[in-house]
């Protein structure tokens, strides 16, 4: 059983392009949650996502940012007119079922850099 | 819960030593923990958890001890070895709510 996958893992943009990150979760999960991690420091949420649902964006920035769990393929996280700020390691996460509770399995990670 | 974007604390133990790494958590409410571990160039992976009913929980080589009323949390490995080299952080999690709230992490550092 393949664990969540994450493309690609590094990205490069100039400020102004779009950054789009896939994850494709664990087989059987239909739960995804996105994190963004600064340098040194912890992960903060940004979204969960069910299939073709968006459950919660409170930690996603209101501008620029969307993200998308269709029913078929994987979930996309999309920057708009990426800014320098935007550069940070992006993590997705599946999970059987929703909550804290349950065992979110993280990917690898993309590593965003905008030039 | 909140992590403010300075140096990592880093923790240097010998190997073979026990290490010992703390968190102190930020909501009171809170009533689930989490340890992960995250090597470099990884996301972070799941190590042990425990709920606020219990003071203590052992796993494989790591045990957990929370203090609630000083809000701390805190991991132990035993007999620490080369792979434990990592950043580990303490997550919280509130009433069931899916949101994990995420600590500063501390770099564990295994000496030779």
């Not at chain 2, 160039?41 to 052992?58: A, E, L, T, V």
């Not at chain 2, 992490?105 to 295994?110: A, S, V």
């Amino acid at each position: 059983n393949a664990g969540v996958m994450q493309n690609p893992r590094h990205l490069v943009r100039r400020r102004g392009q779009e950054a789009r990150l896939r994850c494709s979760p664990m087989k059987g999960h239909s739960h995804v949650y996105w994190y963004r991690q600064l340098p040194e420091e912890g992960l903060k949420f940004m979204v969960y996502l069910q299939k073709e649902n968006i459950i919660d964006e409170s930690g996603m920035p209101k501008e620029r940012f969307s993200a998308e769990f269709p029913k078929e393929g994987p979930s996309i996280l999309r920057i708009q007119q990426v800014v320098r700020g935007d550069s940070a390691a992006y993590f997705c996460a599946s999970s059987e079922s929703p909550g804290g509770r349950i065992e979110q399995f993280f990917g690898p990670g993309t590593r965003l850099t905008v030039l | 819960g909140e992590s403010v974007g300075l140096h990592l604390p880093t923790l240097s133990v010998q190997e073979g030593d026990n290490s010992i790494i703390n968190c102190a958590y930020s909501n009171s409410a809170s009533d689930y923990f989490i340890w992960y571990k995250q090597e470099s160039g990884k996301g972070p992976q799941f190590i042990i958890d425990i709920r606020s009913n219990m003071d203590k929980r052992q796993g494989q080589r790591v045990t957990v001890l929370l203090n609630k009323t000083v809000k701390h949390l805190s991991l132990q490995i035993a007999a620490t070895q080369p792979g434990d080299s990592a950043v580990y952080f303490c997550a919280e999690n509130m009433d069931s709510n899916y949101q994990l709230i995420w600590g500063a992490g501390t770099k564990l550092i295994i000496k030779p």
